[in-house]
């Protein structure tokens, strides 16, 4: 490990993950990133936008004539 950079651990149930970045704001970054794709899982997100998709499909047909 290098003192130019920030580190953070990341440990899960079975692995554990050390990221290093050259600067606090990448850091932070990496951190939120992480945290939002752990609120939710991923089948939520492709189920959103699927719903979001045909409910878009069906506002645009609405308004045809």
Sequence with gaps: PSKNHFYFLFS?????????SET???KND??????AN???PPLYALLQAMRDKVTNKANADDGED
Excluded at 12 to 20: D, E, I, V
Aim: aromatic share 14%; proline share 0%; charged share 30%.
């Design 30 to 35: 990496w951190m939120n990133s992480i945290r």
């Design 38 to 40: 752990m609120a939710k």
């Design 24 to 26: 606090k704001d990448e």
């Design 12 to 20: 899960g149930r079975h692995n554990s993950y050390l990221f290093a």
